[in-house]
């Protein structure tokens, strides 16, 4: 009994105590509506994503913006990848305040603006240079005139070859007369006895006939050539030897004829002491020369 007695006192003692009761009775009542209010706002962003999607496609609205001149190429759209996943991330990031939001596709337009000029700038470039370089006209060639050959001269005929008018030839005779013999002629060691053939016909030939005179010595054996049209020999008496350029040493005696053509170079080697010659030669004057 006396337990149930002590039970009763107690709300004796409530009395005093409500006002702290109370008090905390009504803080935890306030507590309450701002805990869900809280809870509220927290699970808002959470169950609302499609309007932060609405906001970062609103993102791409500066390709509008765009020059309408060409359509974006296939490398174009690395950027626009690119600035989609800001957005994503933005959008993703849904605890910022809508202050930092509005700044995010702001800051991203200009980049991708600057990032499509410099790109439409460099194509403009190449293509300039991909222009084709101008052809330079060339001239046809004109039509060449043929050209008419001057008409060929007659060969001029050669001159006739006047022929050689000899002078007029006279009668002589000449007989035997030993004081004929004269040491007047070609060679000092021989006696010429001129027969009158030159002054005849004019200068054409000479004719007389040689004595030689002994002995043979060095000034006889002097190797000489005659230049002359015709010279021919013959041995009247005694005998001589000679020697002609290619036909070696040749023994002439009585009877015994030879011709001697202009220019053979030849030696009277030797000749007895009685030798006799008679010598023609054409023309009249010519040359002998011993220099050889």
């Known amino acids: 009994m006396a337990k149930a007695s002590t039970g009763r006192a107690t709300p004796a003692k409530a009395k005093v105590a409500p006002p702290i009761v109370a008090r905390k009775k009504t803080k935890a009542v306030e507590a309450e509506p701002n805990k869900k209010a809280a809870a509220r706002k927290a699970a808002a962003p959470k169950m609302t994503p499609a309007p932060r999607k609405a906001t970062a496609a609103k993102a791409p609205v500066p390709k509008k913006a765009a020059s309408p001149r060409k359509a974006a190429p296939p490398q174009k759209a690395g950027p626009g990848k690119k600035a989609a996943a800001p957005a994503k991330k933005a959008g993703a990031k849904g605890k910022a305040p809508a202050g930092k939001k509005a700044a995010i596709p702001k800051v991203a337009v200009p980049k991708q603006a600057a990032r499509k000029t410099a790109v439409r700038t460099v194509a403009v470039k190449k293509a300039a240079a991909r222009r084709p ?85 060095d000034e006889v054996r002097k190797r000489h050539v005659h ?54 030669i054409v023309p009249a004057d010519f040359k002998t020369d011993e220099s050889i």
Request: charged residues 20%; positive net charge.
């Open 133 to 217: 370089a101008t052809r330079i006209a060339v001239p046809t060639p004109v039509a060449r005139r043929p050209r008419t050959a001057p008409p060929r001269k007659a060969p001029t005929a050669a001159p006739p070859v006047k022929p050689k008018i000899n002078p007029p030839q006279s009668f002589t005779v000449s007989h035997l007369n030993q004081n004929d013999f004269k040491a007047d002629g070609l060679r000092t060691y021989a006696r010429y006895r001129d027969l009158g053939i030159a002054a005849a016909t004019g200068g054409l030939c000479q004719a007389h006939v040689i004595r030689f005179t002994p002995p043979c010595t």
């Open 227 to 280: 230049t002359a049209d015709l010279q021919l020999v013959y041995v009247l008496q005694g005998w001589m030897k000679n020697e002609f350029e290619g036909h070696g040493e040749q023994m002439m005696s009585a009877g015994s004829c030879w011709l001697q053509p202009s220019g053979i170079r030849h030696t009277v080697l030797d000749y007895s002491a009685d030798c006799e010659v008679l010598e023609i």
